[in-house]
Structures are given as structure tokens and as C-alpha cells.
């Protein structure tokens, strides 16, 4: 736990659990948002919250608290500015599933704010305070972002919510982040719904034969649109490249087969990879050591161990013990 | 039950698993195979099972038996010859996994049979005589050729076997089946291919990311390779068109994200075909009355049913009872 201020603006999902999460770890935590369901049902639940924005980020300012803010992408532009009015140089995070737009929108509207990004991969399918949980962030990926001019000691206290609410802490840049996910993430739900409209484009009987295949390969699309587009969207320059690459290996693979009639090579790489992601997810955690946060090229270093696939899963003051760990929890959903 | 006599080539998981499950619905059937190991587990079980495929063909030919070839599609025109050569006129189906292949090698090598082609959808990762079961075929699609030329009673013959199997006969035509296999069967399986090559390109900290989105339509990338290319390069000329499909909606998204930044119109049509999917497979069977093959225009009657999702669930006499039926058995990998 931390001795500072907890300020979490938004009680969604997310911020609702995270609001539970850092409680029950023992942080002091205030809650605010505009949403009178989810501040009443909060209140209900015993927590300290409160529907004045305004009011709460001053009171983060007051005690140099850390701020969190847990709303959508689309809103993050009207509460920045806020944060720059009464809690200006605040230490700053965030949980927003894209890293380089918040980041990008933070240097616009609060400039002075200590600024370090974050992203916990948990979710459920539902949504608001009621579909929240302490337990939302156990043994998941957190990432916190790492680009140059983060403070360490920043980094550090933003790291420690991280692991007090029960995730691993992966280091990583925004533009990284950014990248991987629209890999992992936001390609697969694009890909999801080009099956499922070319595969309805087949007609009844296409649908009366279709198997586990397509089911699974189109088991996203089944997802709120709204929530995808926002995924998606707010991504839009890092999922323009997964695109193209999905495209262009695509392509080569409808060459191939009208060249030549083989798909060897699509097959074979995409089976490798496969099974490289199986065979990661089954081996032991590997210890990769430790970084200490007081020395020069922390930072830098922590990167580069994101880079290569590990994990920060605890924190001794400033010593990060580091873990190499691709084991998959249960839920992720929608992810 | 038929009175005639079943001859079943090849005695792998399907070819063994047809064996099993028609002799147990009341068949005379003798099964014939190259392969040593199948042969002698079949007869230690009891099965009357020959290594001359000459000789059975004989059998089936004196008796006008129905021959079904149950060999992997590369060797369908290696045995076709001996069909020609011993059962010239025999009453012939098999269960290869794509139909107009088949149908041309049929005409050429062996054009005085009474062809029908059919294809079980079922199956499982294993292989062999071991691997098969009477029960795999139980509540499964099994597709029926309904082509022009096809004579109504041997196409009755075809369907009672499968239901006698305990599947459900689909009606179509060669290339109507091929189609829709290409968009529901094997595009999955290519898709699943480039995806787990592009988030393989994302590296360590990518795959330490990925969750469900990406694990689900990863997942077939899994099968053994040759399996996957025996059965996506033998439906080359579908499998082009509906990769070309995939490739053109793809693309449409890549253009309206780099364009307007939106994915609407892709993310909502996937989204709409998955949840027809869903709704057709959680819908009671709907009665779509009988057919009666001894009527002029029957077969035409079922190629349109087929078309429009509906199953052939039983035959009394010459009369087929229609339903139509979406909802998916447990066990169809690796399709």
C-alpha cells in the first residue's frame, strides 16, 4: 500500500474495481464521477465518493494524491482540462485501453501533470459500477507506460496500485502498447467480422455446415459494436499497420494458391506461431532478476524486458523483481 | 436398413467409423483397406474386412453393392481405376471432405459409375481405424450430392446410409457444397493462419498480452499443417473466391479507418451475420414438410431446401422429411 491519495474519476467497470481493489489493499481512496447510478450505488457500497468532479481532483491536490483517471477514451479530452485546473502538477495515470492518444491529449490539456499511463487487460462483457470486482485485476497484465520523461518515482507509485490490486506490471511504451494491441487485440476483432460477413454471404447452407472453426473465429463479432469501434478507433494508427500486414500476408497466401496451388508457407508460419504461443503459455515462470528503480537507465531497462515478454510481479522499495510469464488468466473478455 | 451390400474403402477414422456405425444400424457391409494396421484392427474387432480391394470391389460388383470411398482425396484417383475396372456400374459414394474434385476425377476414371457424392461433417484430430467410433456421425451435418445426372434412387440409397449413421442429410450440389466449405471450413483456417503470424511479428511483449480474442481465433491454427493444407488446397478454385471476398472486405475497412476513421460498416455486418448464426442455432427446428423422390423435380426441390438451411431427418420409402436445423453437435473438429 501507499500513503498517498487515491483519486479515481470515473466508477465504471474499471474504475469501480479499481476503486475496490485499491481500498481493500489499504490505500486511502476517493471516488468521483458524474454518473449518478454509479456514485449511488458506490455511496451504497460504503465507499467514499463523491458526484463533484471539481471537488475531489482539489482534494487530490491538497495531499499531492495520485489521480486515476478511469473514463472512455472519447471523454478523456473533456476531463483533462478539469484536472488542469484544480490539480494541475498531480501524479496521473490512467486506464484507458490506448496509450499514445491519452498521452498525446495530456500534453495538450494538463501539460504540467506528472504523467504516467496505464492499462489494465481485464474486462468482463458487462459494464458500470454493479459489473465491478476487487478481484477484476488478479494475476492480469497491467501496463505501465514507460516513455522518456516519466519520472521513476512516479512510475514506481503507479506500479505499486498495480500489484496492490493484484495484476503483474508490464513495461512498455505507449507507442509499444499501442502496437502490440492492435495485434492482439483490435486486428483479431477486425478479422472476426470479415469471417462472419463472408461466411453469412455463403447463405443458409453455408450457415447450416459451418463448425468449430467459424465458431470460434467469429466468436468476437459477437461483441457490442460500440465497444469495438471505440477499441478499434481509438487505436486507428497502430491497427492500420496490423491491417496492412494482415493484408499483405493475405495476399501472398491468394497468390500462392492461385500460382502455385500451395499454402505451405501460410499454414507452416501460422502454426509455428501457434504453437510458440501455447508452448510459452505452458513453461514455468522464468526469473528475470531485478531492477532498481534509483539507478540511471531504470527505465529504459524495464522497457527492454517488456520488449522481451516479462513481467514486474513485486515491488521492495525501489527494487522491481521481474518475471518472464505468458501464462493466460481465465477472463479477458471482451479483449 | 438396406438390403445391399456396403463396401467401404479405406478404414482410417471415417472409412472405420461408416464401417462401425452401418454395420451396427443393421448393413451387410465389408470393409477393404492397403493399410496392414487397419485391416488387422478391424478384423480383431470382428469386422469382415479384406486387404484386396480387387476382391471386395468383385463382391460389391456381383451383388450391385453401393462402394463408398473413404480414401484422403490425393488418392481418390489411384483407386477410381480399380472401381472402373472391377465395379464398372456399381452404385458409388464417398466422404471426402470437397465434392467437385471427386465428381471430375469420377467422370474420367470411372464414367459408367452411378455416382453420389457425400461428405460426413465430422470428425476428430486423431486418425486411423483406432480413432473412429459408430458414433461420429451422430446428429451431423452429412452432405448428399444432389448434381444434375444424379439418379433419385441411388440418391436415396446415399441419404438412408447417413441417416442409418445417425447424421442429418444436407442436399446440394458439388459446387454448392464446395463453396460453402471454403467460406465456413477452410477461410477460417487461412484467417487463423495470417492472424497468428501478425501477432507473432508483434514479439514477446505482443504474445505476453494476447487473450481471448486472440487465443480464440488462433485456435486452429493449431492442426497439423497437412492436414489443413489436404483439405484448404483440394478446394483451390472455391477457396479463391472466398479468400478474394475476405481480401476485398479487408480491405474496405482498411480504407474507411485510414479515410474517415470509422469501422462501422464492418465491425456492424460482422456483427449482424454472428448474431443470425447465434439466433438460427438457439431456434427450435422448424418443420419444412416432405419430398417425395419418386416425384419429377425432387432432387431440384431438395437442392433448393439445402440451400436455404434446411436437413433431410428421416426417409420413409421414397417420402424425405425436411427440417430445418442449425443447431451445432459438440464435436466437429478439426473443421
Given at each position: 500500500m501507499s500513503g498517498r491519495l487515491l483519486c479515481v474519476v470515473g466508477l465504471g467497470l474499471i474504475g469501480g474495481s479499481l476503486l475496490r481493489a485499491a481500498e481493500r489493499a489499504g490505500w486511502k481512496a476517493q471516488?468521483?464521477?458524474?454518473?449518478?447510478?454509479?456514485?449511488?450505488?458506490?455511496?451504497?457500497?460504503?465507499?467514499?465518493?463523491?458526484?463533484?468532479?471539481?471537488?475531489?481532483?482539489?482534494?487530490?491536490?491538497?495531499?499531492?494524491?495520485?489521480?486515476?483517471?478511469?473514463?472512455?477514451?472519447?471523454?478523456?479530452?473533456?476531463?483533462?482540462?478539469?484536472?488542469?485546473?484544480?490539480?494541475?502538477?498531480?501524479?496521473?495515470?490512467?486506464?484507458?485501453?490506448?496509450?499514445?492518444?491519452?498521452?498525446?491529449?495530456?500534453?495538450?490539456?494538463?501539460?504540467?501533470?506528472?504523467?504516467?499511463?496505464?492499462?489494465?487487460?481485464?474486462?468482463?462483457?458487462?459494464?458500470?459500477?454493479?459489473?465491478?470486482?476487487?478481484?477484476?485485476?488478479?494475476?492480469?497484465?497491467?501496463?505501465?507506460?514507460?516513455?522518456?520523461?516519466?519520472?521513476?518515482?512516479?512510475?514506481?507509485?503507479?506500479?505499486?496500485?498495480?500489484?496492490?490490486?493484484?495484476?503483474?506490471?508490464?513495461?512498455?511504451?505507449?507507442?509499444?502498447h499501442d502496437a502490440a494491441v492492435a495485434r492482439i487485440s483490435h486486428l483479431p476483432h477486425v478479422l472476426a467480422a470479415v469471417l462472419a460477413a463472408v461466411g453469412a454471404d455463403g447463405g443458409p447452407l453455408a450457415m447450416a455446415l459451418a463448425a468449430g472453426s467459424f465458431t470460434d473465429g467469429t466468436r468476437v463479432a459477437g461483441t457490442a459494436p460500440e465497444l469495438v469501434r471505440a477499441m478499434c478507433e481509438g487505436n486507428h494508427d497502430a491497427l492500420l499497420t496490423a491491417v496492412d500486414d494482415a493484408l499483405g500476408r493475405l495476399g501472398a497466401a491468394r497468390g500462392a494458391l492461385a500460382s502455385t496451388g500451395s499454402l505451405a508457407a501460410t499454414i507452416r508460419t501460422g502454426h509455428l506461431a501457434r504453437r510458440a504461443l501455447d508452448a510459452a503459455r505452458s513453461s514455468d515462470r522464468e526469473s528475470l532478476g531485478q531492477v532498481d528503480l534509483s539507478n540511471a537507465g531504470a527505465l529504459e531497462r524495464l522497457r527492454e524486458i517488456g520488449r522481451?515478454?516479462?513481467?514486474?510481479?513485486?515491488?521492495?522499495?525501489?527494487?522491481?523483481?521481474?518475471?518472464?510469464?505468458?501464462?493466460?488468466?481465465?477472463?479477458?473478455?471482451?479483449?
Open positions: 471516488g468521483a464521477a458524474t454518473s449518478s447510478a454509479d456514485v449511488g450505488a458506490a455511496r451504497a457500497a460504503g465507499f467514499d465518493v463523491t458526484s463533484s468532479v471539481d471537488e475531489a481532483l482539489r482534494a487530490a491536490a491538497d495531499c499531492d494524491g495520485l489521480v486515476a483517471l478511469a473514463v472512455p477514451l472519447p471523454a478523456v479530452a473533456d476531463v483533462l482540462p478539469v484536472v488542469a485546473r484544480w490539480a494541475p502538477r498531480c501524479l496521473l495515470t490512467d486506464v484507458v485501453s490506448v496509450k499514445q492518444p491519452v498521452a498525446t491529449a495530456v500534453a495538450h490539456h494538463a501539460p504540467a501533470a506528472r504523467y504516467v499511463g496505464g492499462h489494465p487487460m481485464a474486462g468482463t462483457s458487462r459494464s458500470g459500477w454493479t459489473a465491478g470486482s476487487a478481484d477484476l485485476f488478479a494475476g492480469a497484465p497491467w501496463v505501465v507506460s514507460t516513455d522518456e520523461g516519466v519520472d521513476p518515482d512516479g512510475w514506481a507509485q503507479v506500479a505499486r496500485l498495480a500489484l496492490d490490486c493484484g495484476a503483474q506490471v508490464v513495461p512498455a511504451t505507449a507507442a509499444d522481451a515478454g516479462g513481467r514486474v510481479v513485486a515491488l521492495h522499495g525501489t527494487r522491481c523483481q521481474i518475471r518472464r510469464c505468458n501464462r493466460l488468466r481465465n477472463t479477458t473478455a471482451p479483449g
